[in-house]
């Protein structure tokens, strides 16, 4: 007799044995499917079973992939760079080098319990100096290109971390990693021309299969407008203010303008008795990020107390400050037309402001507006335009205005380029040299990588400068084109710049001649599935698909999408809130493996919920899927040795079961195969109960299908059978819809409308015949003369008598 169920044994022994033998072996035969995980970021806290879905997804989606037939590319490295493991590393008190080889070598532990099917010779390190050798050339071929280049602007400064940091690093006015109050601090810094790709990066989404809440994500981050730059006069002056706005049409009905804070002009519009009150309010504004701003429900603002002249009926507007305008998108100043906006509206009610209406549904003007009217309809109070069809003028005034010299029509991006600098020291240093004659000069690409310099004192300096500026030996070089006595550049990359490529590299990560070389990009590239979370649904992946286009342009590969596949996995909480350790909240995955198994653990991780879904954790779930692993366990194991003939039932509830996974596998209805899997066990249990036992082909049918969920004890039932080599040596099991039939249904027979029995009937019976069996079956309850005989197929007969 077979020994019970044992997870801990039966774990390590197949673990020993894919170690030996590997189960995803490149033939050279298998067409290719790579897909990927979005590489974790190794902090000190270690994985948590949050991390552990998105884990289990993939390789529950990349086993499957490997039983219909193909080689499977599924790697795993770390994401080590950055601010957060800097942090980390100065709470600690040791070196950023130090920790951070310290939480991978914990973080591989811990992915590895998973018992993916990670390849670890493909494995990568964003701070390994053969590793970011290629983020350095990306870069400096982004400078060759005039893709990369420097400009002073205000930047987020965290006074505590004290250094820039990008708008998505910012919450609620706030550094999302020490929670100090963020300001704003005029720096230079080098910046990435992405906007260059703009029109790209919003057109190709189109081609992408993609979720489209992630999609519309993107388009909206890259905010595509078409409009027209107006210049309006400034009363009594000689200055005039350029604004943009994608509504011209509505010009008439403009009863003020906004600027941003930052404007140029805000300070000198302010009058004598409003300057205090401005250059408060503008410095209030500087302490709120972009982010923060935009999302404020509240709309705040101070008049200036100068007015503009609107240039197409010459009336004086009042000239207002508002932190919901940012200085970056369009002009940094807007007509505000509170009758046809809603932000407007708000604004213009909030300070008692004129409303007027130049668009009304019939024609007619409202006596009052309770609200800003958005729809189409027909132009009024617009002088020659009234009477004109709204969608009609939207087209046609941005033309009338450029011909009579009023403004211009304009395309508009909210995407801005890129802020690319950091200054902190655990970061990739950036490849250029400052030479007084010959200007910013990339390092040579043959002298790369440029090494970041092992030093004690990393601490932020304070002074908005990198630590690395403090390193004189260092600093001082020589310029690479004359010679002559030059300073490196001391700002480092921010974290994004090694995980906006890295997944081109895994395929080739020992070559020390090429990011990648052309014939294993065009035989593993790109990446046929993505897994990861939603929170990167805008700037990573929109950052991923810049690199991959720009290096499409100069030739390194044939692609210029990164990702064709994506799916977002929901974040799994406790207690109502996402799983944080300083919400004290945090379920670790490694005393669940000890108690339960890594197959139960992976099986639970998809029950819990909906994959795209976020779910609340509850470890008493874990133990139904243990209950289940075992009562299939002894049901394959109590069936082994027997030598049943498939029954008629056991075909039919064969390929039942292969319909019903494949189909909710295809469909990434994870949380339903898991239930699936209980239902059928169930039925096979009862059917054994029935038959004297289950045939062979069923079960070794029913282990191929729960292989990919529940690795370890797929292997030990499919060894247990008497086969040699491993469940992965199968194919994905296939299904006949004829076999799937029931040779039989029951049908309810009803009289007048009342249920008066059911019958079982042939399954392919035809109306005359279901009606022929029916009357001579009821005929004892069929009293009087038959008017009518009604048959819904494959359900219920009513026969109505008079």
């Known amino acids: 007799m077979s020994a019970p169920y044992n997870h801990k044994v039966i774990e390590k022994k197949w673990r020993k044995y894919w170690e030996e033998n590997p189960v995803n072996v490149n033939d050279g035969k298998k067409p290719k499917y790579y897909c990927l995980d979005m590489f974790p970021y190794p902090s000190g806290s270690g994985l948590h079973v949050g991390h552990w879905r998105g884990y289990v997804i ?10 219909k037939g193909y080689y499977i590319i599924h790697p795993m490295g770390w994401d080590a760079f950055g601010l957060p493991a800097e942090n980390y590393a100065l709470k600690m008190g040791v070196h950023p080098s130090v920790s951070t080889a310290e939480n991978i070598a914990n973080f591989k532990k811990q992915v590895k319990d998973i018992a993916a099917i990670y390849d670890w010779d493909m494995e990568i390190n964003t701070t390994d100096p053969e590793f970011y050798k290629w983020t350095q050339w990306i870069f400096v071929k982004m400078f060759k290109a005039g893709l990369a280049y420097q400009k002073e602007m205000p930047i987020n400064w965290c006074p505590s971390c004290k250094t820039g940091l990008a708008n998505e690093e910012v919450v609620n006015g706030e550094c999302e990693r020490c929670n100090s109050p963020v300001t704003k601090k005029n720096l230079k810094q080098w910046m990435l021309k992405i906007t260059a790709y703009a029109d790209r ?8 299969d993609w979720p489209e809440k992630v999609k519309k994500m993107q388009s909206e981050w890259i905010g595509k407008s078409y409009g027209a730059e107006i210049d309006f006069a400034v009363d009594g002056s000689d200055k005039t203010i350029r604004v943009y706005t994608t509504r011209p049409d509505t010009l008439y009905g403009a009863t003020f303008m906004v600027l941003a804070p930052e404007h140029a002009m805000a300070k000198e519009l302010a009058t004598a008795e409003n300057k205090e009150l401005v250059e408060e309010y503008i410095y209030k504004a500087s302490m709120k990020s972009s982010v923060d701003r935009l999302q404020d429900k509240e709309k705040t603002g101070v008049f200036t107390g100068s007015y503009a002249i609107n240039p197409l009926n010459n009336k004086k507007i009042p000239i207002w400050l508002s932190d919901y305008v940012l200085a970056d998108y369009g002009t940094g100043a807007i007509m505000c037309v509170p009758a046809h906006d809603e932000r407007d509206f708000e604004f213009a009610k909030k300070f008692d402001i004129p409303i007027v209406q130049v668009i009304s549904k019939d024609g007619k003007e409202d006596a009052e507006l309770k609200e ?22 939207k087209k046609e005034v941005p033309d009338l205005l450029e011909k009579q010299g009023i403004g211009k029509k304009t395309v508009n991006y909210k995407l801005r380029d890129w802020v690319f600098s950091r200054q902190r020291y655990w970061g990739e240093p950036i490849p250029i040299v400052h030479c007084k004659d010959c200007g910013a000069v990339p390092v040579p690409e043959e002298e790369l990588p440029l090494l970041l310099p092992d030093i004690e004192k990393y601490e932020p300096t304070g002074t908005g400068e990198s630590p690395l500026a403090n390193i004189q030996d260092w600093v001082n070089t020589t310029c690479p084109a004359c010679g002559k006595a030059a300073k ?7 974290q994004w710049a090694g995980s906006s490529w890295y997944f081109l590299r895994y395929v080739d990560n020992k070559n020390d001649k090429e990011l990648v070389g052309k014939d294993k990009a065009e035989k593993y590239l790109p990446v046929d599935m993505y897994v990861g979370g939603v929170e990167h649904a805008v700037l990573h992946l929109l950052y991923a698909r810049f690199y991959t286009k720009f290096l499409n342009d100069i030739g390194v590969i044939d692609f210029d999408e990164p990702f064709t596949r994506l799916f977002n996995q929901g974040m799994i909480g406790k207690d109502g809130a996402k799983m944080s350790k300083s919400k004290g909240n945090v379920i670790s995955p490694d005393g669940l493996i000890e108690e339960y198994g890594c197959d139960s653990l992976r099986l639970y991780e998809l029950f819990v919920g909906p994959p795209e879904l976020d779910s609340e954790w509850d470890d008493r779930g874990i133990e139904g899927v243990y209950r289940f692993i075992n009562r299939f366990y002894n049901l394959v194991v109590a069936n082994k040795d027997k030598t049943l003939e498939a029954t008629e039932e056991m075909i039919k509830i064969r390929n039942r079961f292969v319909y019903d996974i494949t189909t909710r596998i295809e469909n990434f209805n994870l949380n339903t195969v898991i239930s699936g899997f209980m239902e059928y066990n169930n039925k096979m249990i009862d059917l054994a109960k029935k038959a004297g036992g289950i045939d062979r082909d069923t079960l070794q049918t029913a282990i191929i299908l729960l292989a990919p969920f529940a690795p370890h004890v797929s292997e030990e039932l499919w060894s247990q059978l008497g086969n040699t080599g491993s469940v992965f040596d199968n194919t994905w099991p296939e299904y006949d819809e004829d076999k799937m039939k029931d040779s039989e249904i029951e049908i309810a027979v009803q009289i007048n409308g009342k249920t008066k029995g059911t019958l079982m009937i042939p399954a392919e019976a035809s109306k005359d015949q279901v009606l022929s069996i029916v009357k001579e079956t009821m005929a004892d309850k069929i009293t009087g003369t038959i008017i009518k005989e009604i048959y819904v197929p494959g359900k219920i007969v009513n026969i109505v008598v008079k």
């Open 201 to 208: 990066l919003l057109n190709d989404l189109d081609k992408l």
């Open 372 to 393: 800003a009217y958005t729809q189409p309809g027909i132009m009024i109070n617009s002088d020659r335009w009234n009477g004109m069809d709204s969608e009609k003028a």
């Open 488 to 494: 490196r550049e001391t700002n480092t990359m921010p």
């Open 58 to 67: 993939s390789d529950v989606w990349s086993r499957y992939k490997m039983l």
